[in-house]
């Protein structure tokens, strides 16, 4: 993807949105030059409302404050020419590819990434939108799991750099990348020498580099005694099938973590018709109780982790502009093996009796799915 790795950094991991949400408010507050923001879903209740007035009072002090969301969200969640409200407020905003009533194959590419960026040494990642279900505040489908990453050091130039990519796809006269990537970094961070390495990347579908789909691959294809996974969505192509299946045939431990209580009915009935074909070959499933699994992770080894925006389905690995931070050797992968040992305790595992409780119809109802999968 041409993404430079990092050894100079902080890195640290939030398995809630409502941790995350906490540590972002602090953040956004110490910012002095400039603040990217660029999400997927927004939506007006306690966290983006709490968010909004520190970026309309952060740029009423002089911070350069641009944010940029889906234009997914201008049909339910917020006003069409929402970008000219934000603009009044002295925010400049950009909907990325706004829902036209006309047929165009663009529309199928959305901005499903998660990022923001402070003053050029400061950066977060990970599952978690701008709406209230995300913290909790709001239920929907049960506890909401999510997770997130806070990047602090040199490594925060690649989110920088995504950011503006897409920023200035919008922008009449692009943004020079130089003045936002050269800035003094924290003074806990300077001259520091982490131990392992971060890798911040994005993936686009116009690049005909299927970047995060490759690295998912090669943690399956590399690791010797685990991988373990959390998804909202399995909505697989063979490759994937088979990568998942071969690293469990070999002896490594492959458990995938999916939600018990699913926010689209249609893609939790997909994602059951890969179910057999991998347990067959000594993949576990496990589904989570409380409620609805939206983090996005890959762990494996005690020495690599994923965190970003990047689902294991079709949208994600090949329509969707996405972004991910590859974590090794560092120590935040503590927090992340911990994190999933949590979860196990309190999700049931997808045993051989399911094979037994699907009814014809039933059987039906996931064949015609499946034929539709690339769609989904």
């Keep these: 993807g041409g993404f430079p790795v990092y050894e100079n950094y902080t890195a640290e991991y939030f398995p809630s949105g409502e941790q995350k949400f906490e540590r972002l408010k602090e953040e956004l507050e110490k910012a002095r030059k400039f603040i990217f923001m660029e999400y997927f879903i927004v939506e007006h209740g306690v966290m983006w409302d709490t968010i909004l007035e520190i970026l309309e009072r952060k740029a009423k002090e002089g911070v350069e404050v641009r944010f940029m969301y889906d234009g997914m969200c201008s049909i339910a969640l917020l006003p069409y020419h929402y970008p000219k409200i934000l603009e009044a ?3 400049h905003c950009h909907a990325f590819a706004p829902i036209k009533p006309a047929l165009s194959t663009y529309q199928n590419n959305r901005d499903h990434r998660k990022i923001v960026v402070i003053d050029g040494h400061t950066a977060f990642t990970g599952g978690v939108n701008l709406a209230d279900e995300y913290i909790n505040v709001k239920e929907r489908f049960g506890y909401w799991k999510d997770v997130a990453v806070m990047i602090k050091g040199e490594a925060v130039k690649n989110f920088t ?3 503006l990519q897409m920023w200035n796809i919008w922008e009449k006269t692009p943004l020079d990348y ?3 990537l050269s800035h003094d970094l924290p003074q806990q961070i300077e ?3 982490s131990e392992g390495f971060v890798l911040p990347y994005g993936d686009s579908p116009l690049d005909h580099e299927p970047v995060g789909k490759m690295v998912y691959l090669d943690i399956l294809n590399t690791a010797k005694k685990y991988v373990h996974i959390m998804t909202p969505y399995l909505i697989l192509d063979d490759e994937t099938i088979n990568a998942l299946r071969y ?5 490594v431990d492959v458990k995938i973590i999916m939600p018990d209580i699913p926010d689209k009915k249609y893609a939790f009935l997909l994602a059951h018709t890969y179910y057999l074909e991998l347990m067959d070959a000594g ?3 496990y589904q989570f109780r409380p409620g609805f699994v939206h983090a996005k992770v890959f762990t494996s080894d005690d020495t690599k982790a994923v965190v970003g925006s990047i689902n294991l389905d079709f949208r994600s690995l090949y329509h969707h502009f996405e972004n991910g931070v590859l974590l090794h050797g560092c120590g935040a992968l503590g927090a992340i093996g911990e994190d ?6 309190v999700s049931r595992e997808v045993t051989e009796q399911y094979k037994g409780k699907r ?6 109802i996931q064949c015609i799915l499946r034929l539709f999968a690339p769609l989904l």
Aim: proline share 0%; charged share 30%.
């Design 283 to 285: 993949v576990q499933i």
């Design 161 to 163: 750099i995504m950011f």
């Design 359 to 364: 009814s014809m119809g039933l059987r039906i």
């Design 89 to 91: 407020k002295g925010i």
């Design 178 to 180: 130089e003045q936002y």
């Design 247 to 251: 690293a469990a045939k070999r002896g």
């Design 340 to 345: 999933f040992e949590q979860i196990f305790e």
């Design 191 to 193: 001259g520091r020498r």
